[in-house]
T-cell receptor
Framework: KAGVTQTPRYLIKTRGQQVTLSCSPISGHRSVSWYQQTPGQGLQFLFEYFSETQRNKGNFPGRFSGRQFSNSRSEMNVSTLELGDSALYLC?????????????FGPGTRLTVT | GESVGLHLPTLSVQEGDNSIINCAYSNSASDYFIWYKQESGKGPQFIID?????DKRQGQRVTVLLNKTVKHLSLQIAATQPGDSAVYFC????????????FGKGTRLHILP
C-alpha cells in the first residue's frame, strides 16, 4: 500500500507570496491532518480534515487554510508569506479520525521563505 | 523531513544497551499518549501508544510507561540498534483542546558503535 505523499518536497518563496501544498493520504484513509515543524516550536498542529470538513484547528492565523477533496486528498494554503513561515509542513493521514488512531505521516514539504 | 535539530536534548546509548527516553506532559486531563520516531529525511512514524487507564504497554522491543502521579511518560527500547537512531517525540491528546494532539520537543537518540 502506498504511503502518504506530499508535493512538492521543497519550495522556496518570497515574503508576501502565497503557497499551496498538497497531500495524498493512504488509500482508504479519510482523515488528513497538517502540522508545522520548526526548530524553535517543534511540531504544531495546524488543522484536521475529515470527509471534506475541517474537524479541528490549531492556533495559527487565518493566513493558514486548507481543504479536503472528495477523494480525501488535501491541500493547505498559506497566504502573505512571512519569514517565520519557513518550516517543514507535514501531512498525516489516518483511517477515521486523527485522535486515538495511528497517524501515518508523509515526508513533508520543506518551505523556505526569503 | 528533517528532524528538529538545533536544540534537542540528546541521548547517547551503546549499541545493544537499553535506551530510556523520558517525557513530561503538562495536562493531567490528557487521556491518550503516543510515541513517534522521526528519522532524518522522513516524517514521524507511530511507535506505540498508551491510554491513561494503563500504566504500561509493551510492543516489539519497546515499552511505554505512564506515571500519572508525576505526569511522566517514558519509552524504553530494548537492545538498541543502529536503526533506532532518530528523534523521538511524545505526544498527548488533551480533551479540553478539541482533541488536538500536542507534541513534545523531542529527544535525539544517538547510537554509539
Amino acid at each position: 500500500k502506498a504511503g502518504v505523499t506530499q508535493t512538492p518536497r521543497y519550495l522556496i518563496k518570497t515574503r508576501g507570496q502565497q503557497v499551496t501544498l498538497s497531500c495524498s493520504p493512504i488509500s482508504g484513509h479519510r482523515s488528513v491532518s497538517w502540522y508545522q515543524q520548526t526548530p524553535g516550536q517543534g511540531l504544531q498542529f495546524l488543522f484536521e480534515y475529515f470527509s471534506e470538513t475541517q474537524r479541528n484547528k490549531g492556533n495559527f492565523p487565518g493566513r493558514f487554510s486548507g481543504r479536503q477533496f472528495s477523494n480525501s486528498r488535501s491541500e493547505m494554503n498559506v497566504s502573505t508569506l512571512e519569514l517565520g513561515d519557513s518550516a517543514l509542513y507535514l501531512c498525516a493521514s489516518s483511517l477515521v479520525a486523527a485522535i486515538s488512531y495511528e497517524q501515518y505521516f508523509g515526508p513533508g514539504t520543506r518551505l523556505t521563505v526569503t | 523531513g528533517e528532524s528538529v535539530g538545533l536544540h534537542l536534548p540528546t541521548l547517547s546509548v551503546q549499541e545493544g544497551d537499553n535506551s530510556i527516553i523520558n517525557c513530561a506532559y503538562s495536562n493531567s486531563a490528557s487521556d491518550y499518549f503516543i510515541w513517534y520516531k522521526q528519522e532524518s529525511g522522513k516524517g514521524p512514524q507511530f511507535i506505540i501508544d498508551i491510554r491513561s487507564n494503563m500504566d504500561k504497554r509493551q510492543g516489539q522491543r519497546v515499552t511505554v510507561l505512564l506515571n500519572k502521579t508525576v505526569k511522566h511518560l517514558s519509552l524504553q527500547i530494548a537492545a538498541t540498534q543502529p536503526g533506532d537512531s532518530a528523534v523521538y517525540f511524545c505526544a498527548e491528546n488533551m480533551e479540553n483542546r478539541d482533541d488536538k494532539i500536542i507534541f513534545g520537543k523531542g529527544t535525539r537518540l544517538h547510537i554509539l558503535p
